[in-house]
């Protein structure tokens, strides 16, 4: 199985940055994508970011320019930088990792989610 924590959550004034990281553990081959998603009350889940395993990335058009996704393969970890922060950003956020078991078993797993709230 695998198991993926996300940490960096909280409360931040508009205007402001915070950080996320989702790291993966468990038994598995190797990471493929990895991604962020957010849901906001009342809302569908939606896709933030993502990015490859050979470091592509792509971005919703409203986070463009202020959020950024990484990678640190050696810690199966990704991360989102998010700077320029509104109250519309407020949302659960989900990291969602693409991982391959075995040489032809593929399965994607969420995080537990973390609240972030912008507001002043």
């Known amino acids: 199985q695998v198991q993926l924590v996300e940490s960096g959550g909280g409360l931040v004034q508009p205007g402001g940055s915070l950080g996320l990281s989702c790291a993966a553990s468990g038994s598995f081959r190797s990471i493929n994508d990895m991604a962020w998603y957010r849901q906001a009350p009342g809302k569908e889940r939606e896709l933030v970011a993502r990015?490859?395993?050979?470091?592509?990335?792509s971005y919703a058009d409203s986070v463009k320019g202020r959020f950024t996704i990484s990678r640190d393969n050696a810690k199966n970890t990704v991360y989102l930088q998010m700077n320029s922060l509104n109250p519309e950003d407020t949302a659960v956020y989900y990291c969602?990792?693409?991982?391959?078991?075995?040489?032809?078993?593929?399965?994607?797993?969420w995080g537990q989610g973390t609240q972030v709230t912008v507001s002043s």
């Open positions: 990015i490859t395993s050979g470091g592509t990335t």
């Open positions: 969602n990792v693409d991982v391959t078991i075995t040489g032809w078993i593929r399965n994607r797993y």
